[in-house]
């Protein structure tokens, strides 16, 4: 028996699911939506606290299922990088374009197998900055000593590790809070490819995740890689930056891997999970545009009608 079934035995999820269900609908019935929001919270509580316990052992199946799916990614970005007309995610519909550049922070999930053993999360998301250029936006996104003030509270200690032209190996600890409060400190391969005087792409790609236990304090451990809860166990981001239409694009594509979920819980976490995602991507590129316009050199223009 582990450790952690002495301190929080193992439910049955299905029941508690059901538990949780009653209650959550007799909530709906009840005076006040306080009320209702005690009983949630509660609920997530009593699922989130066993999980708070059980390390997730990361498989060599469920990696290399991570790894070919990622590989399909890159081969997708590759096509669209080295596209002439297809470049940026907005300009696949027209829709897309007209909201971004009315000033709209744009994102969609884009849908991702199922993994035994873990949880694939891709988002792609874009954003205009009017009056921007592509030099601006690249000086941002290579400031890695300031991203801990860039990105605050998410991202802090920020080390740039090695340097060699326009590949960097860079470090920097995620803080995540959700109900429970997850850190890892993360090792990313950063590869800048230009594509022409008003283009960029910007690859980074994940090299470790380490949880961090009790974080901040004298107690503090890193723990070696693929150890701990499985809160993440690779983040992979893909950058692309045009210059075009008075400013400047910005779009992510943000692929995270993590434990999985079981089953019995899925319809009350995935929810959750899926809205952190999105909320942390959308932060990420409403951080980056205030600091491009926070720029010396930064001239605002004014935001042109959305029309083609």
């Not at 942390?280 to 926070?294: F, G, H, Y």
Request: charged share 25%.
């Amino acid at each position: 028996m582990l450790v952690a079934d002495r301190i929080y035995p193992r439910p049955s999820y299905s029941v508690l699911w059901r538990v949780v269900r009653t209650f959550l609908r007799r909530g709906r019935r009840g005076p006040s939506w306080r009320l209702r929001g005690a009983i949630r919270t509660a609920a997530l509580l009593g699922l989130l606290l066993p999980i708070s316990a059980w390390p997730a052992e990361l498989k060599p199946q469920t990696a290399a299922a991570y790894r070919k799916y990622l590989a399909g990614v890159e081969q997708r970005t590759q096509a669209r990088d080295s596209s002439s007309t297809g470049f940026l995610w907005i300009d696949g519909k027209t829709d897309r374009w007209e909201q971004v550049r009315a000033g709209t922070i744009l994102t969609q999930q884009i849908k991702s197998p199922s993994i035994p053993g873990g949880m694939v999360q891709d988002w792609v998301g874009a954003v205009f900055i009017p009056g921007a250029t592509l030099a601006e936006a690249e000086s941002v996104h290579r400031d890695y000593a300031d991203y801990g003030k860039i990105y605050a509270p998410d991202i802090s200690h920020p080390k740039v590790l090695s340097h060699d032209g326009n590949r960097y190996v860079v470090s920097y600890r995620i803080t995540e809070k959700k109900f429970l409060t997850a850190v890892v400190d993360v090792v990313n391969e950063v590869r800048y490819i230009p594509l022409g005087p008003r283009k960029l792409a910007v690859w980074s790609e994940s090299q470790s995740v380490r949880q961090v236990d009790h974080a901040g304090t004298p107690s503090e451990v890193v723990l070696p890689p693929e150890k701990g809860l499985g809160m993440l166990w690779a983040i992979d981001t893909y950058w692309r930056i045009e210059q075009r239409d008075e400013g400047a694009y910005i779009e992510c594509e943000a692929v995270s891997f993590s434990r999985e979920i079981p089953l019995e819980m899925d319809r009350l976490l995935a929810p959750i999970l899926r809205s952190f995602a999105e909320n942390s991507l959308v932060n990420t590129l409403a951080a980056k545009k205030r600091a491009i316009q926070s720029l010396p050199t930064y001239h605002s223009a004014a935001l042109p009608s959305a029309h083609r």
